[in-house]
């Protein structure tokens, strides 16, 4: 089993930053991609980043230029710098890891509240 434990979220006002962060444990023998996604209320879960290697990310137009997703593969650690808030990014931001363990495995963050208000 793969277990996921999100940190980071919280109440900033807009223009101001925030790191969220999210570490993966368990049987884990290869992670293939890592990334964020975030679900305000009223509306459909939506990808927010993804990261396959340093060189290979993608991000939500809304997002680019603002966000940055990076990882850290000896920690089994994903995570994501917000600049630049806006009211609009206020929304539960979910990690999802995918990998390898002895059979192919989809894990899920239990999410973290961003809320981005003055």
């Known amino acids: 089993q793969v277990q996921l434990v999100e940190s980071g979220g919280g109440l900033v006002q807009p223009g101001g930053s925030l790191r969220l962060s999210c570490a993966a444990s368990g049987t884990i023998r290869t992670i293939y991609a890592m990334g964020w996604y975030r679900q305000a209320p009223g509306k459909q879960r939506e990808l927010v980043a993804r990261i396959i290697t340093s060189s290979s990310t993608n991000y939500a137009d809304s997002v680019k230029g603002r966000f940055l997703i990076s990882r850290d593969n000896a920690k089994n650690t994903v995570y994501l710098q917000m600049n630049s808030l806006k009211p609009e990014d206020t929304a539960v931001y979910y990690c999802?890891?995918?990998?390898?363990?002895?059979?192919?495995?989809?894990?899920w963050g239990q999410g973290t509240l961003v809320t981005v208000s003055s």
């Open positions: 999802n890891v995918r990998g390898w363990n002895g059979g192919a495995f989809d894990a």
